[in-house]
């Protein structure tokens, strides 16, 4: 049900640029829509281990990792609409963005930390690296989160509402993370009966 509703997002914006319906900019539109996806799925798997801690439902982490692997995704199709519709796969000029504009220096970076991320969540992969160097790799996932948020304040010159909502709902999920290392008694609930 999840894999389904979180694909319907992009099957909307398919919709949309099909039907001509992405406004007077549909590049920028698409760009900027599959950006903030990627930042919503980043920010809905840093929140499951949260509420599965808080409402003492251990079965929710098997969520983590689809909503995760969804953020690379929509983090995939934010980078393709820049590099196709944006460049037209003119590399040395998406070279010079780079260099030359924060913005897209702090975008490139962020998900790049994401590249690691999606090639080792799978179980082999837990097992091959053990499991505390992997919790180890996979706190990349804030600084990337942060970065997307950066990135996303950087990009928009008047309204930002938006970007600033993102950073918030990071900045809450990091704090989440020092109360729950420093304060786990405030931080985790005892599982259910119908859980044991």
Known sequence: MIFISSAVPLSLLGWDWYHHRLGANPTEFATRTTGALTLLFLI????????????????????????????????????????WFDKFFGFGPIGEDIVKRPFITVGMASFLMLVPLALTSTQKSIKR???????????????????????????VKADTREPILFGVAVAVLLGY?????????????TPSRAQR
């Open 44 to 83: 809905l798997s840093l929140a499951v281990t949260p509420l599965r801690k808080a409402l003492g439902l251990p079965w929710m982490i098997k969520f983590r990792r689809l909503l995760g692997l969804y953020a690379f995704f929509y983090g995939c199709v934010h980078l393709l609409t820049y590099v």
């Open 129 to 155: 690296l053990g499991g505390k160097r992997w919790n180890r790799l996979h706190r990349l996932v804030y600084l990337s989160a942060a970065g997307g948020v950066i990135h996303y304040y950087m990009l």
């Open 177 to 189: 993370r020092v109360l729950n290392k420093f304060l786990p008694h405030l931080t985790q609930r």
